[in-house]
């Protein structure tokens, strides 16, 4: 599989300058494993294969993948089989994308507790949302959602947060009918806001009586600093519905398997001056650019390595993986739509590109004609990576 390489890569930026910041700074071994698995990415330090032609003879170098979650030249395999398997899943209505979020105060809390603190932001998310709407006045039913969780903003900054695809409705509390949210409506926000922080805030006090929660140096009572998180307004933002799953899941899919930072937005490095693209919601300009040191913005990419085994993507309520074969499949008997089984669950990357793209990447690129075929494998390739 070929593709065409940016002027600048964020594994190019590894090469260049992270063996100088790796001496400079302290780090984990995820963080570390991660930059090698970047820079290594489909080049001959992960090993490969030569292809040649079956008709012309053309050669053709292939590299390995790193397959680590956090290189944004491998995600893109996982994204399309997760978003396939996901249409199986999701019940066939509108659906609501909300986005809770934290409050600065909580960044350092959260910084050096992450496994466990992302976790209580799921729980707690998962936990105001499942008490909204259950309340009569709202929605009086049980839902559901996909949760994913990501910790930048457009300019690499720390900013976690959890995107929610929540159903526009839910299944009665006899389980006998789907009780549909108003077209415009889920639940309101000012409510799931204080609930949200309600929880969370008891969640994390929680975790420090028990010790699974540390404070940083600069704080030293939780309860002071949870006298001040409730003067705030915390926000849980409700964006426009979804007409339907497929309008759903290919906005999902786009958020899923994303990475901090992809390669297409690195515009360009400058003796050490990084510059890439972002997105500035607040101005409503699309295409800003920002230019770092290359240190500062290798420790800002650095800083969004999840912890080793941890799971971004959570399903909760009725979208349970555990419910799959009662609540989720009676939500399809009472929409009167079936379920479907995934199309490209355990094919592999090839038959996949082959399907999406209507393009046989064996196919020589050269003759036109031949067909690609494996001949020897190599870990010394000296040519550029694909």
């Known amino acids: 599989m070929e593709n065409k390489r940016n002027k600048i890569e964020l594994a190019d930026i590894f090469r260049k300058y992270g063996d100088e910041f790796v001496k400079n700074q302290q780090l984990c071994s995820v963080q570390l494993k991660a930059i090698e698995a970047i820079t290594n990415c489909r080049t001959s330090q992960l090993g ?28 893109f395999v996982k994204q399309i089989q997760w978003v396939d398997k996901l249409k199986s899943n999701l019940p066939p209505t509108r659906y609501f994308h909300l986005v809770f979020t934290i409050p600065q105060q909580l960044h350092k809390i959260f910084y050096i507790n992450q496994s466990k603190t992302y976790s209580l932001l799921f729980k707690a998310a998962s936990e105001a ?48 009918e789907w009780v549909a ?11 799931l806001s204080k ?7 008891k969640l994390i006090g929680q975790g420090i009586l028990k010790n699974e929660v540390k404070l940083p140096d600069d704080v030293k009572s939780f309860e ?5 998180l409730y003067l705030k307004n915390w926000n849980v933002y409700s964006k426009k519905p979804f007409g339907g799953p497929d309008s759903v899941i290919k906005y999902l899919g786009n958020y899923t398997h994303r990475v901090a930072i992809s390669n297409h ?5 400058d003796d050490g001056k990084i510059t890439f693209r972002y997105k ?40 349970a993986s555990v419910n ?51 001949v020897a494998a190599t870990v010394e390739i000296k040519e550029q990576p694909t």
């Open 48 to 75: 490969g294969h030569i292809d040649k032609c079956d008709h012309c003879g053309h050669k053709r170098p292939s590299y390995n993948s790193c397959r680590n979650r956090h290189c944004p030249k491998c995600q």
């Open 129 to 176: 949302l499942k008490i909204s709407a259950a309340n009569p006045k709202f929605l009086g039913a049980q839902t559901g959602a996909v949760a994913v969780l990501h910790t930048w903003g457009q300019t690499l900054t720390y900013h976690p947060h959890i995107h929610m695809i929540v159903p526009a409705g839910g299944l009665s509390e006899d389980e006998m």
């Open 181 to 191: 949210a108003g077209k415009k409506f889920l639940l309101p926000v000012k409510v």
């Open 195 to 201: 609930i949200f922080r309600g929880i969370l805030c």
């Open 224 to 228: 002071v600093l949870k006298n001040k």
């Open 265 to 269: 937005r690195i515009i360009s490095d």
């Open 280 to 319: 500035d919601y607040k101005s409503g300009v699309f295409n800003k650019t920002i230019t770092l040191d290359a240190d500062e913005f290798i420790g800002r990419f650095l800083r969004h390595i999840l912890p080793c085994g941890f799971y971004k993507i959570r399903y909760f309520g009725i979208l």
């Open 324 to 374: 799959a074969q009662t609540k989720t499949a009676l939500c399809f008997c009472l929409l009167d739509n079936p379920a479907f089984l995934p199309q490209l669950e355990g094919l592999p990357a090839i038959d996949i590109w082959r399907n999406l793209s209507g393009k046989d990447p064996a196919i020589c690129p050269i003759c036109k004609k031949g067909i690609m075929r494996p």
